[in-house]
Structure formats: structure tokens, C-alpha cells
């Protein structure tokens, strides 16, 4: 069983920065490929990236390119969203989640159920 808990989130002015974390622990999180999802007021919960379990793939949801970058750091079982040039629209809850199997590619995070999930973190954009 594998536990996420995301952190960082926070409000920020438009045009600003945000790095959010998700920290890992159960199980053999190092082999899960992962992803960030976000939830706004209203509206259902979104994919934003996705990160394949050694780091060398990525994938991004359009709203996210050239923005947001994920990353990893297996050693410390730790993820990250760097999140640059914010915009009021990317107000949500921002979820970090893994799959059930580990042969999963970074774009598949888009696509298919996750197994695990953290329990959230706020990020606020004041426009």
C-alpha cells in the first residue's frame, strides 16, 4: 500500500511560482510511474502531468506546457510540480497520484484509473 502527501501549495499572486511536493512511503513507491491532478470549484478533476517511474519521460496536459514541470527523486521517494507563471485558472486542489502497476508510460497517466492518492493540496492565483 502506498501513501501520498502532498504539500507546497499556497496562495500566489498571478505571474508567480509554486512547488508543489508529494512524498512517498509504503510499499515500492520508486517503481510507480506518477502523475498531478487538479480539482477546481465546480468542475471535475483534471490530469496536469505525468512522469514515467525512472524520470525520463514526461507528459503534460495542454493548460500545463511550457509552465508546470514534474520531476522525481526516487532516493528521497519525492515528487515535485514546479509551477511557473500562474494564472487564476489554475486555482484547484492539486492531487498527486500513482497507478496500481508500474509498467506504465507517462502519457498512459492521463488515461487510465489511478490506484493511489494523495489527499490534496490548495493552490490559490490571486489575479
Known amino acids: 500500500q502506498v501513501q501520498l502527501v502532498e504539500s507546497g501549495g499556497g496562495l500566489v499572486q498571478a505571474g508567480g511560482s509554486l512547488r508543489l511536493s508529494c512524498a512517498a512511503s509504503g510499499g515500492t513507491s520508486s517503481r510507480y510511474a506518477m502523475g498531478w491532478f487538479r480539482q477546481a470549484p465546480g468542475k471535475e478533476r483534471e490530469f496536469v502531468a505525468g512522469?514515467?517511474?525512472?524520470?525520463?519521460?514526461?507528459y503534460y496536459a495542454d493548460s500545463a506546457k511550457g509552465r508546470f514541470t514534474i520531476s522525481r527523486d526516487n532516493a528521497k521517494n519525492t515528487w515535485y510540480l514546479q509551477m511557473n507563471s500562474l494564472k487564476a485558472e489554475d486555482t484547484a486542489v492539486y492531487y498527486c497520484?500513482?497507478?496500481?502497476?508500474?509498467?506504465?508510460?507517462?502519457?498512459?497517466?492521463?488515461?487510465?484509473?489511478?490506484?493511489?492518492w494523495g489527499q490534496g493540496t490548495q493552490v490559490t492565483v490571486s489575479s
Open positions: 512522469i514515467n517511474l525512472r524520470g525520463g519521460s514526461f
Open positions: 497520484a500513482a497507478p496500481g502497476s508500474s509498467d506504465i508510460t507517462a502519457k498512459a497517466m492521463g488515461r487510465i484509473p489511478m490506484a493511489y
